[in-house]
């Protein structure tokens, strides 16, 4: 029981705030607030509205889930470069390392538009954006795992006389894979974030693109842009769990997966 | 069971992991590219940046590529999607873009800053932004606005209201409320403040369409008062202009954004679907016949923009130096330009003339 209850305590807490959703929503409909339905529709109707526009919403989310899941792969090959090379010396890390930092503070709502006009292109620009907004956490967590390695571990390879190709393929790179993913956890979301900026800003198709023409078009679209959120939301999540799905299957050998 | 447990789990996986190598691989082979071309006798080539959503208020040009009016020129037009954080003006000067459509007050904002643009047509010949009010507030007219709150757009748009506000007395930075509004009419219509900014070819509609009439509204439009900042300019790179043959495809694309317009103007229902469709990314049945709706009155309205009563029908598109005058006025007194404006030099009229005058 207890078992099962852990097992779909997601579910229960999910199911728990959509009830809410929905007396929160009938309580303001019922206060007489104008226009109560677009300030907070009902979930059940964000829902009807979901099965009546699936084709849009399907070919929207297509869109997204394609951009946000190239950039993510780009990210995490461009993070694992970096997080590589900045490990090779500490006066190559002290040097760029601020920098990637410093990149991050870049808010990206600004920088969408001027890579649009720079690029030209709205798919390229949300993949770039998307590749940009995800490989901080990846190289963060990578760099930090290739420098978790204990010190005992190294000797142990050393005196084996190990060389620089066998410490990573047998060492450096094991011990980094949990941080690795932990930053691609991390990550996964934020490729979806950086894809829907994009299609905030100059770009006719995505989910990014309907949250923000439903808002466009008066009242009657507001069960539209909830739907468009939601989804967003389920996409963020979906991709979170994918990472962590792989995560097992490439590691399996992890602490936390281990039966108890 | 733990044998079940774990089978149904590397299923998962290994769906979960299938479904992501087929977007992969689907994203992969499905990513296109388009090649220019400069050669004579090959479609000239030209970047249109909206300043807005593709949808009704851009009919013109989405009839004239939907209809290939644009390929009977021997174009190959690209309509670039706009939004809340794209700079059309800019993109033209950047060269992201050959043309863009926007306000004759951004026109000179940005000559002012020494960039190369210039305009060769101007479709609308008053002001598609006025102030709406309810009735029951007590307001009647701008002269009512004076305590009320009133919310405008920025960034430009706020130029007409504050010369409409000096030319019925009032003093916009004391006499009214001012604050910037958003881009719903949700709070408006909640009545949460008592004047708003609206476009004629979208919020004004999407007021009427929630269930208030016009005899409930107050609409005040700055060009009844003489202040006209219109939209619909079209606006150029000087350099792209110079170009060789850049005038001549110019021209035709004039010519044939011409036709587009009145084709919508005629087909209202036929083009308010196209809109609807572009505005919807091109899906959604329902959601698609529902904003067809809306989109039919956005092009109803943009005709009176573009033909207002007694309009001579063959002025469609000219550009008038009287109007053109009187956006410089408005511009310098308030301060969107710091030098004094060269009107004639902010418009190329040679290209509407070579667009009107023979041809096909």
């Known amino acids: 029981m207890a078992v099962a209850l852990r097992r779909y305590s997601g579910l229960i807490a999910g199911a728990g705030f959509l009830v809410l959703w929905e007396v929160a929503a009938g309580v303001l409909a019922r206060s007489g607030t104008p226009l109560a339905t677009s300030k907070l529709p009902y979930p059940h109707a964000v829902v009807a509205r979901i099965v009546q ?30 997080s590589l090379l900045l490990a090779q010396s500490r006066a190559l890390e002290a040097a760029f390392y601020p920098y990637v930092v410093g990149g991050q503070m870049l808010p990206t709502i600004a920088l969408a538009p ?4 720079a690029l030209q292109n709205p798919t390229l620009t949300r993949i770039v954006v998307a590749t940009y907004i995800s490989f901080f956490a990846i190289t963060i967590g990578t760099l930090k795992g290739l420098k978790s390695v204990p010190r005992e571990s190294m000797e142990l390879m050393r005196s084996y006389s190990a060389g620089r190709r066998q410490l990573y393929t047998k060492l450096k790179l094991p011990a980094a894979l949990p941080f690795l993913f932990a930053g691609m956890k991390v990550a996964a ?32 679209y507001a069960t539209l842009f909830w739907a468009s959120m939601l989804i967003t939301l389920a996409l963020g999540f979906a991709f979170y769990r994918a990472v962590a799905i792989i995560e097992r299957i490439v590691s399996p050998w992890q602490h936390e997966f281990r039966t108890r | ?34 090649s220019t071309s400069g050669s004579s006798g090959a479609p000239a080539k030209i970047r249109v940046q909206l300043s807005w959503i593709p949808d009704g208020q851009f009919a013109g040009y989405l009839m004239a590529r939907d209809k290939g009016f644009y390929k009977a020129e021997n174009l190959d037009v690209q309509l670039l999607p706009g939004g809340p954080n794209v700079n059309a003006v800019q993109q033209v000067v950047t060269g992201a873009a050959d043309m863009t459509i926007n306000k004759v007050s ?39 606005f004076k305590g009320k709150k009133v919310g405008i757009w920025y960034g430009g748009d706020e130029y007409e209201f504050f010369a409409l506000m000096q030319k019925v007395g009032l003093d916009p930075k004391k006499d009214v409320q001012l604050f910037e509004q958003g881009f719903t009419m949700d709070s408006f219509l909640k009545h949460d403040y008592q004047v708003a900014m609206v476009t004629t070819f979208n919020e004004l509609n999407v007021i009427r369409l929630s269930g208030v009439s016009d005899d409930q509204l107050t609409i005040v439009n700055p060009s009844d008062y ?25 021209a035709r694309f004039v010519r044939a954004t011409m036709k587009g317009w009145d084709y919508a103007f005629a087909h209202v229902d036929e083009s308010a679907g196209v809109a609807a469709k572009s505005a919807l990314s091109a899906g959604g049945d329902a959601a698609t016949k529902d904003l067809t709706k809306l989109q039919t009155m956005s092009i109803n309205e943009i005709q009176k923009l573009q033909y207002p009563s007694g309009f001579a029908k063959d002025q469609h598109g000219k550009i008038d130096p009287t109007l053109y005058q009187n956006v410089a006025d408005i511009v310098s007194k308030f301060g969107l330009v710091k030098n004094k404006v060269d009107v004639t030099g902010a418009y190329d009229p040679s290209i509407w003339q070579a667009a009107t005058s023979g041809g096909k």
């Not at chain 2, 003489?226 to 110019?250: C, F, M, R, V, Y």
Request: hydrophobic residues 50%.
């Open chain 2, 106 to 144: 951004e026109l000179y904002a940005a000559r002012d800053k020494r960039l190369p643009v210039v305009s060769i047509a101007q479709f609308d010949q008053r002001s598609s932004f006025p102030l709406v009010a309810f009735k029951s507030s007590g307001i009647n007219g701008p002269q009512d």
């Open chain 1, 189 to 220: 979301p934020l490729a979806v974030v950086g894809e829907i900026v994009v299609e905030l800003t100059g770009s006719t198709s995505g989910l990014g693109y309907l949250i923000l023409s439903t808002q466009y078009y008066g009242p009657k």
């Open chain 2, 226 to 250: 003489g202040i006209s900042i219109p939209h619909g300019a079209l606006i150029t790179n000087e350099n792209w202009l110079k170009q060789g043959g850049n005038k001549d495809a110019a």
């Open chain 1, 114 to 117: 001027i890579l649009l006009a």
């Open chain 2, 1 to 34: 069971m733990h044998h079940v447990k774990a089978r149904a789990r590397a299923l998962m996986s290994a769906g979960a992991l299938a479904l992501v190598l087929s977007l992969v691989a689907a994203a992969c082979g499905s990513s296109g590219s388009e």
């Open chain 1, 53 to 82: 526009e699936a084709p849009l919403l399907l070919n929207s989310l297509w869109v997204t889930a394609r951009g946000a899941l190239i950039g993510l792969v780009a990210g995490i090959v461009l993070g694992v470069a970096i």
